[in-house]
């Protein structure tokens, strides 16, 4: 059973498409995140959600919008998508702010 | 701005050989956990050490922080050609940043069967 799973893990859309990843966690964690991974492997993350609440939003671009239904889930909707948003876009989740983080298998996104 | 800096980029070794992988950080951590990821797949968690810990093992890794030193190590014991993956340190500070993991830039093991 895949604690945290992502979907689509592959997406290739064209400049100016709106796209969403979803995410969902079966683990019973209360925080969730988004992290990018660039094409230089170095990951930084995104958002995070501790029960639905957004407690921390780095410097992303207002065309990320992060939505969470529930603690289970922390979907990732990008508009008028950009050739700089190619990456890979790793969901993952904790029991709570300093615990382990387990990450999903990642989506590979890019935009031609 | 990049928390873990981590050396050497690439090790290459042979299996049965032992890997040290090492991690240093700029400020004061909550805690560091160390991830693997293999090509084209998601990160795999290997430990969380926290900042009153001094050492950790799990099966065949040992992990040493030193806060003084603001650094850490991975140490791979008898590697295997399956270790070969890039390892990651990440560190979690207190505060604000409660919660927030910065990675390093990984380093990249290869082990020749």
């Known amino acids: 059973d895949t604690a945290v799973s992502q979907t689509p893990k592959y997406l290739v859309t064209q400049m100016g498409n709106d796209k969403s990843i979803k995410c969902e966690q079966n683990l019973g964690h209360d925080t969730m995140y988004w992290y990018k991974q660039d094409s230089k492997k170095f990951l930084k993350i995104m958002f995070s959600?501790?029960?639905?609440?957004?407690?921390i939003n780095e410097t992303v671009p207002n065309r990320f919008s992060p939505k969470s239904p529930d603690k289970a889930h922390l979907n990732l909707h990008i508009n008028s998508l950009e050739l700089g948003d190619s990456a890979v876009y790793f969901c993952?989740?904790?029991?709570?702010?300093?615990?382990?983080?387990?990450f999903g298998e990642g989506s590979w996104l890019t935009v031609v | 701005s990049q928390q873990g800096e981590e050396d050497p980029q690439a090790l290459s070794i042979q299996e049965g050989e032992n890997a040290t992988m090492n991690c240093s950080y700029k400020?004061?951590?909550?805690?560091l956990q160390w991830y693997r990821q293999n090509s084209g797949r998601g990160l795999v968690h290997l430990i969380l050490?926290?900042?009153?810990?001094r050492e950790k093992h799990s099966g065949r890794l040992r992990v040493t922080l030193d806060t003084s030193k603001k650094s850490s190590s991975l140490l791979i014991t008898a590697s295997r050609a399956a270790d070969t993956a890039s390892y990651f340190c990440?560190?979690?500070?207190?505060?604000?940043?409660?919660?927030?993991?910065?990675f390093g830039q990984g380093t990249i093991l290869t082990v020749h069967p």
């Open positions: 990440a560190t979690e500070a207190g505060g604000t940043s409660y919660g927030k993991l910065t």
């Open positions: 993952a989740s904790s029991q709570s702010q300093g615990d382990t983080i387990y």
């Open positions: 400020t004061s951590i909550n805690n």
């Open positions: 050490i926290r900042s009153n810990e």
């Open positions: 959600y501790n029960n639905k609440e957004l407690i």
